[in-house]
């Protein structure tokens, strides 16, 4: 049985991104072996367990094909996506067992907390002289961060302090989320091993989504202050300016941030697959500023009004006052505040 877009396997249910996972299904987007298999690789929330088993099934019900986006400059041989696929996974599953293999000495084990919804990561809470000491630790203090979408980080190391460690992420009831076989391979000083151990990242892919140059989004995975105004997509940029794509760092998107002061900054958005909307009635203090700049960039005021806005939305955070672009707020001041009641001008 076949879902919605045509995939014998939900591979939607593995997009991080509500909103971009719905504009895929409206869609009927249909998915490669390698973006089903990066989706997988790439989802927040899917245990390890349950990753493995999808990709076994995308080993069974997607051909074999070689990666088609590796670019000429790239002298690497492209990947073949069932023997890189099955190396991955036998790397990973021997990174598991070497952090859960208990040692007679020369190892440490620590661990920290990670809150996913605000992308904080906490200092190593103590050293331990086993993996399983570790854990227990780790697990029965996660609690009062569950409610945050905490995670723990569990970090073996050698106690010469020489070498970094091989870690494994883990929810808050146990269960494997992520393993590092990369730490593993770099630990034993092994190229080949890290070149196979690096396939996911190696690999791009321009997804649709539904968003827009203009739109207010947010990735609720990373860090606090995330909101902004979304520019483009590495992809969009590429197309633009001509330029190639090459890998994992270029699955990103560009946005404009807003600072104390009345200014905007641009950044970097880690993973435009994880993106989620934000009307402009969720905004406050500083972020309010976000709401003229998007109306600015989809060519609904025009520079003078944006300027305008930006100003006042300073001045009212200034006032320690949360103010939000509305006809009452235009009444009440006499800076020029965009009313979205009103008819759109542009600059002439």
């Known amino acids: 049985m076949t879902t919605p877009c045509g995939e014998k396997m939900d591979i939607l249910k593995y997009v991080n991104s509500r909103a971009v996972r719905e504009h895929l299904r ?52 492209a990947p073949e996506l069932h023997a890189a696929l099955r190396r991955y996974m036998a790397l990973e599953e021997e990174a598991v067992r070497f952090v859960q293999r208990e040692e007679t000495g020369g190892w440490i084990w620590r661990y920290r907390f990670r809150e996913s919804a605000a992308g904080r990561q906490s200092s ?7 993996f399983q000491a570790a854990r227990a630790s780790g697990l029965g203090l996660i609690e009062d961060l569950k409610e945050k979408g905490a995670s723990l980080r569990l970090e073996k190391l050698p106690t010469d302090g020489r070498e970094s460690g091989v870690t494994l992420d883990l929810n808050a009831e146990g269960d494997l989320l992520r393993a590092d076989p990369f730490g593993l391979a770099r630990l034993q000083k092994d190229p080949e091993k890290e070149e196979a151990a690096l396939f996911f990242e190696d690999l791009w892919f321009a997804f649709p989504t539904p968003f827009q140059k203009g739109d207010l989004v947010r990735d609720p995975h990373t860090s606090v202050q995330n909101t902004c105004v979304l520019e483009e997509t590495a992809a969009e940029f590429a197309s633009r300016r001509g330029r190639p794509l ?9 946005g404009i941030f807003p600072t104390p002061f009345g200014t905007f900054f641009r950044d970097v958005l880690p993973d435009y697959t994880s993106l989620e909307p934000v009307s402009p009635e969720e905004l406050s203090g500083r972020d309010q500023a976000l709401i003229p700049l998007s109306r600015y960039l989809k060519g609904e005021i025009d520079l003078s009004l944006l300027v305008s806005s930006v100003r006042f939305c300073a001045l009212a955070e200034d006032l320690r006052e949360e103010r939000r672009f509305s006809p009452e707020d235009l009444a009440l001041s006499e800076l020029p505040v965009f009313d979205p009641a009103k008819p759109k001008r542009k600059s002439k």
């Not at 390698?34 to 995308?58: G, Y």
């Not at 090459?246 to 560009?254: I, P």
């Open 124 to 130: 190593h809470g103590g050293v331990f002289a086993s």
């Open 26 to 77: 409206k869609t009927g987007y249909r998915f490669s072996g390698f973006k089903a298999a990066w989706l997988v690789w790439n989802c927040r929330s899917a245990t390890l367990a349950q990753k493995r088993a999808a990709w076994e099934l995308i080993l069974g019900e997607y051909p074999d094909e070689v990666y088609p986006n590796r670019q000429p400059k790239d002298l690497r041989p």
């Open 246 to 254: 090459y890998d994992g760092t270029d699955m990103v998107a560009y």
